[in-house]
């Protein structure tokens, strides 16, 4: 069965770093999103992502906050300048339409921020 | 602007039994979707089950049912004959239907425990 894939499964940084985390969507998925989940907390959408460019963005998704489609597989989340708030679970999810399709979940990136 | 409750932060339940975990929600959409994900302590997130707001049945799949009760705005999953791999943190979770790829908003979660 197809999977979102997300690599690093944990990302170490210090405070002031830049970090990219990646992301390969199902491969016939349109849409992408970004959601982070801070420790013992609900998950929280970051970015929407469909046609090469953002469709909608929360409040969380700053000027330090950027994503890419850099080719036909992968989908990147940077974060230019980490702070330790930035320390959380960063799943990537994609679904083939918009509405009713469940989105797929990747097994996510634990970014610790020291 | 939607809003998801869960309001129960922990659930125990006895291995065979019935659960039920509960899930209103708040939005002013005329249509929109329902959807439950598991998060087992591995950390991903799984999807359960689906509904939409204009579906007159209850959705169900395999020993997941979704009782949806649209005049109370509510949600709730019931995991039938429960298994120790049930044990995980359940979210409830909705999106707008109307337009494009809207995102997914989600509670803040149930632990289930499923004793031996």
């Known amino acids: 069965e197809p999977e979102v894939t997300q690599t690093p499964s944990h990302q170490v940084t210090q405070m002031g770093q830049e970090v990219i985390l990646r992301c390969v969507p199902i491969?016939?998925?349109?849409?992408f999103y970004w959601y982070r989940q801070i420790l013992g907390q609900k998950v929280e959408f970051l970015v929407s992502f469909y046609n090469n460019e953002i469709s909608e963005k929360s409040e969380i998704f700053d000027d330090q906050f950027s994503v890419e489609r850099p080719d036909g597989s992968n989908f990147t989340l940077k974060i230019r300048s980490t702070k330790l708030e930035d320390s959380a679970m960063y799943f990537c999810?994609?679904?083939?339409?918009?509405?009713?399709?469940?989105?797929?979940f990747g097994p996510g990136t634990r970014l610790t921020v020291t | 602007a939607q809003k998801i409750t869960q309001t129960q932060p922990g659930m125990f339940v006895q291995e065979k039994e019935a659960v039920t975990l509960d899930c209103t929600y708040d939005t002013s959409d005329q249509s929109y979707g329902l959807f439950w994900y598991k998060q087992p302590s591995s950390g991903e997130m799984i999807f359960l089950i689906y509904?939409?707001?204009?579906?007159?049945q209850n959705a169900t799949e395999g020993r997941y049912s979704l009782n949806f009760q649209k005049a109370r705005k509510s949600a709730n999953l019931v995991i039938s004959a429960s298994q120790l791999g049930d044990s995980a943190m359940y979210f409830c979770?909705?999106?707008?239907?109307?337009?494009?790829?809207?995102?997914?908003?989600f509670g803040k979660g149930t632990r289930l425990s499923v004793i031996a």
């Open positions: 491969s016939n998925h349109l849409y």
């Open positions: 979770a909705m999106r707008c239907l109307n337009s494009g790829n809207t995102p997914l908003v």
């Open positions: 999810a994609s679904s083939v339409g918009s509405g009713m399709d469940e989105q797929y």
């Open positions: 509904q939409g707001s204009y579906d007159e």
